[in-house]
């Protein structure tokens, strides 16, 4: 199998691809051609473990990695960390809807489901291609993959990992998690600035030959562990494969049945992994993409225009979609226009320069027979959290919230009864603040920081306080670097002098 670029550039494997992060040309790599899985093949996945289905996923995804290396990597990223032996249980809330918790991981979010193994997929990669220098991982986080990545590559030999984030745009949590990392090829630096800042400097630095070419001098290459990096998003396509099998294993559909997943979105990763689950057989109905005040998204997917020109930017307490400029979108939209690089291209100038573009009506029609999108307020989000914990004993964080309400008005608004699926992106308690509010009201969260709102969350719950965030405040501060926005590169490289 050969690996395209969104925006023209020549054919390569996928270890290729996943080496490289991002094409020479600024695209994203996507497969030539999808592989296929039978009714057969999906029906055999109920009975198996779930590092068993992500073998039988991953190697059809990644034809030029042997089913040994495969086992081999996928045995050391889901063999241990995860505090679930299921990997990604499937919950039920209430009779309504289930839940596919990807959030038992060492960081506590979904991140941790590719990121546990991209590090061994990427060394494996370097192998295969020859390459010899240090793997430099350059990383933009919203808030989760951050620390995903960073206890990823966490003293992986032949690898750096630095990790931008948005200095006031993440929780206390999730700072602490960054910040507190140990390891000795390890840099977490703050940016003044929102995560599309965060972003936007990444993909400047990797388009930039000059600095490449200063890394290259002292024996490094760039790459990539966000998820414009196809070794970031192929593994985030298996939980979607496992869901459906999982439901198939309990009796709640017959091989064939549609099922709807509902994807609390930001960067469009996630809902993209399970669009490329539909291409490749998975009975996917409708994708139902969920958003929060920072809804260019569903803007996109109702009226055909990506319009961020004059637009706000809100922080909300769903801090990882915080997000305005959807970087995975662009795989979608090659999907869309039957390949045509070349106006992927000229979308994305238009939106670097324009601040929009519009996709037009053919286009428009195609996306919405697969999606269907809304958004919710932050009083939305905090009223899902407290009637689901009220009416069917099941506990959000705020992001799952955002799926959660949407789903139900997707259905309410529809009537689709196909069986729904409820993307769980994180654990509560990395938002123990916002849940305690929702769940106790605002009085229950006066005078507490975030950490004494999480004990106070679990003594209402009755549920355990995590022992990653219950240590977090005890941990010493390793990474203090802040820089602006237009100095990103210059802090890669002080960092590379320390």
């Not at 889901?78 to 499937?90: E, H, S």
Request: with cysteine.
């Amino acid at each position: 199998m050969q690996m395209l670029s969104t925006r023209g550039a020549g054919a390569v494997s996928p270890s290729a691809a996943i080496l490289r992060g991002l094409a020479p040309d600024g695209g994203l790599y996507v497969p030539a051609r999808f592989p296929h899985f039978t009714p057969e093949e999906i029906s055999a996945l109920a009975p198996l473990s779930y590092p068993q289905r992500a073998l039988a996923v991953l190697s059809k995804f990644l034809p030029d990695f042997s089913r040994d290396e495969l086992t081999q990597a996928l045995q050391g990223a889901y063999g241990t960390g995860f505090d679930c032996k299921a990997v990604a249980p499937l919950v039920p809330v209430g009779t309504r809807a289930h839940a596919l918790e990807l959030w038992h991981g060492p960081t506590l979010a979904f991140k941790d489901m590719a990121l546990q193994l991209l590090p061994r997929l990427l060394t494996l990669s370097a192998r295969k291609n020859g390459e010899e220098r240090e793997i430099f991982i350059l990383v933009a986080t919203s808030g989760d993959t951050g620390k995903a990545a960073l206890e990823g590559f966490l003293d992986v030999p032949g690898t750096r990992c630095c990790v931008f984030y948005p200095r006031e745009g993440v929780s206390q949590a999730q700072r602490l998690q960054m910040i507190t990392t140990g390891g000795n090829n390890t840099h977490v630096i703050a940016v003044n600035g929102n995560f599309d800042d965060a972003q936007s400097g990444v993909k400047r630095i990797f388009s930039d030959p000059e600095f490449a070419a200063q890394l290259d001098a002292q024996g490094r290459v760039l790459s990539s562990a966000n998820s414009i990096n196809f070794g970031r998003l192929v593994p985030q396509v298996v939980y979607y494969f496992s869901a459906y099998a999982d439901l198939l294993a309990e009796g709640r559909i017959s091989m064939g049945g549609q099922v709807n997943f509902c994807v609390p979105t930001g960067n469009f990763g996630d809902i993209l992994a399970a669009d490329y689950a539909r291409k490749a057989g998975l009975p996917v109905g409708r994708l139902i993409c969920a958003s929060n005040e920072n809804h260019v998204l569903t803007d996109l997917i109702n009226t055909g225009v990506y319009d961020i020109e004059g637009r706000p930017f809100y922080k909300t307490i769903t801090p990882s979609m915080d997000i305005l400029i959807s970087s995975n979108l662009e795989r979608l939209l090659f999907d869309l226009s039957g390949c045509d690089g070349r106006r992927i291209a000229e979308w994305m100038s238009s939106l670097a320069n324009r601040r929009r573009y519009e996709i037009g009506a053919e286009m428009l029609r195609a996306l919405q027979a697969r999606y269907f999108a809304d958004y919710v307020s932050q009083e939305d989000v905090l009223g899902e959290i407290a009637r689901t914990w009220r009416e069917d004993g099941y506990l959000m964080d705020t992001h799952t919230a955002v799926a959660s309400a949407v789903l139900r008005r997707y259905e309410e608004q529809t009537g689709d009864t196909r069986p729904g699926v409820i993307v769980s992106t994180a654990s509560p308690y990395k938002f123990g603040a916002s849940v305690l509010r929702a769940i106790a009201g605002e009085a229950a969260c006066t005078g507490l920081d975030d950490f004494a709102c999480c004990r106070a969350l679990s003594e209402r719950t009755g549920t355990p306080v995590p022992g990653q965030i219950a240590a977090l405040p005890s941990l010493p501060v390793r990474h203090r670097a802040v820089c602006g926005r237009d100095a990103m590169e210059q802090a890669v490289l002080d960092a590379l002098k320390g």
